[in-house]
C-alpha cells in the first residue's frame, strides 16, 4: 500500500463519518476488513509513521492548550485524532499547530481513544491473533523545542484564545 493509498482510505472514511469518531471507528473497521493481511500491515506501518512525525513538541503545545491540559497517553490520542481528519489537516498542523485555530477542530473530540487501535485489531485478527512487530520503536522524546506550561498559551495566542485556554 502506499502511502495516498494510506491517505485515500482515511479521507474516505473521515468524509463518510461526517467527523463523528465512533462513525470513523466503525467505518475504518470495515474499510481495512476488505484489504488482505498484508495490506493492512501496510496500512499500520503508514498510521505508525505518521503517529511518529507527529511526535513533536510543538505539536503537544497545541494540544496541551486544545484540551486544557494533555498527559502523554492524551497526546497519542490527539495524534490519531488528527490523522484521522486527513492528509490537509495533518500536514497543515504538523507545519504550523496554530493553524488548528481556523480549523472546526472540536476540543471535545481532538482527543479522542479508540481511532489509533483500529488497524491492531483487524491486524490481530487477519493475523490469527498475531501482530506484527512495529516497523520501529516509538521516539523517546518528542522532537523540537520543549516549552513552559505557564507559558505555553504564548506560543499560540490563537488556539489560547479559541480555546479560552490561559494557563
Not at 496554530?98 to 481513544?113: G, P, R, V
Amino acid at each position: 500500500m502506499t502511502l495516498d493509498q494510506f491517505w485515500s482510505i482515511i479521507e474516505k472514511v473521515h468524509r463518510d463519518s461526517g467527523g463523528d469518531m465512533d462513525r470513523k471507528c466503525e467505518l475504518l473497521d470495515a474499510e481495512l476488513r476488505r484489504l488482505t493481511l498484508e495490506e493492512v500491515r501496510s496500512f499500520h506501518r503508514h498510521f505508525d509513521e505518521c503517529v511518529d512525525r507527529a511526535y513533536t513538541w510543538e505539536l503537544w503545545a497545541a494540544a496541551y492548550i486544545i484540551g486544557g491540559g494533555c498527559s502523554d497517553d492524551s497526546f497519542s490520542d490527539f495524534r490519531a485524532t488528527l490523522i484521522s481528519m486527513g492528509r490537509q489537516t495533518y500536514e497543515c498542523a504538523l507545519a504550523d499547530p496554530q493553524s488548528l485555530a481556523e480549523m472546526n477542530y472540536d476540543a471535545e473530540t481532538a482527543h479522542y481513544e479508540g481511532y489509533q487501535y483500529v488497524p491492531t485489531t483487524i491486524e490481530k485478527e487477519l493475523g490469527g491473533g498475531e501482530r506484527r512487530t512495529r516497523y520501529q520503536a516509538h521516539p523517546a522524546e518528542p522532537s523540537g523545542k520543549s516549552w513552559d506550561e505557564d507559558k505555553v498559551a504564548e506560543l499560540y495566542p490563537k488556539l489560547a484564545e479559541k480555546y479560552d485556554y490561559n494557563g
